[in-house]
T-cell receptor, first 115, second 115 residues
Framework: EADIYQTPRYLVIGTGKKITLECSQTMGHDKMYWYQQDPGMELHLIHYSYGVNSTEKGDLSSESTVSRIRTEHFPLTLESARPSHTSQYLC??????????????FGNGTRLTVT | AQKITQTQPGMFVQEKEAVTLDCTYDTSDPSYGLFWYKQPSSGEMIFLIYQGSYDQQNATEGRYSLNFQKARKSANLVISASQLGDSAMYFCAMSPHSGYSTLTFGKGTMLLVSP
């Protein structure tokens, strides 16, 4: 029941390229998040949004940027990709009800490799 | 700030046996939520179970139960009757019930279920 979609699933790109990772959800959730995860490691929050035109930086410093023009869409952009950006990027969303007790629904992730 | 500690990098269990995955947490928030997620090798994050800090009873969801000991700040996941498909990474996470909260994850435990 994947109601949150990420594209592409895998991306291999050269250094210096601009890339946008897409994330869309059909659940009408106000809250959306981007997490970065290196293989076998924990997830680190890099960006989040609590609604249209609202974006915040997360705990982990990131050179990426995000936008939230529509409720269902939360793309992440890297203006100039570097090998250090190689990682898995996970998008998630959650309901606004009951702050703290709404589980996150995750997409399948984008595995980015920068050569 | 919240902190999640998962001290078991890897656990092995035989099929049909029960297994406990440890999770301790640290927070100064009076009210919070605790979550467990499963991440198979395919990479997606699957929500398993939620426990609120003021819930009187331990949460259960099918074969999953959460052994919540508030005084010890522990929220261990118990999987009964392990199945081969349970082999995955398991992440403990928490979020405060206050303000614009976000989810903090532990480093994860890799569970391998053998026949």
């Amino acid at each position: 029941e994947a109601d949150i979609y990420q594209t592409p699933r895998y991306l291999v790109i050269g250094t210096g390229k601009k890339i946008t990772l897409e994330c869309s959800q059909t659940m009408g959730h106000d809250k959306m998040y981007w997490y970065q995860q290196d293989p076998g490691m924990e997830l680190h929050l890099i960006h989040y949004s609590y609604g249209v035109n609202s974006t915040e930086k997360g705990d982990l410093s990131s050179e990426s940027t995000v936008s939230r023009i529509r409720t269902e869409h939360f793309p992440l952009t890297l203006e100039s990709a570097r090998p250090s950006h190689t990682s898995q990027y996970l998008c998630a969303s959650s309901e606004s009800r009951g702050i703290g007790n709404s589980p996150l629904h995750f997409g399948n992730g984008t595995r980015l490799t920068v050569t | 700030a919240q902190k999640i500690t998962q001290t078991q990098p890897g656990m092995f269990v035989q099929e049909k046996e029960a297994v406990t995955l440890d999770c301790t947490y640290d927070t100064s928030d009076p009210s919070y939520g605790l979550f467990w997620y499963k991440q198979p090798s395919s990479g997606e994050m699957i929500f398993l179970i939620y426990q609120g800090s003021y819930d009187q009873q331990n949460a259960t969801e099918g074969r999953y139960s959460l052994n919540f000991q508030k005084a010890r700040k522990s929220a261990n996941l118990v999987i009964s009757a392990s199945q081969l498909g349970d082999s995955a990474m398991y992440f403990c996470a928490m979020s405060p019930h206050s303000g614009y909260s976000t989810l903090t994850f532990g480093k994860g435990t890799m569970l391998l279920v053998s026949p």
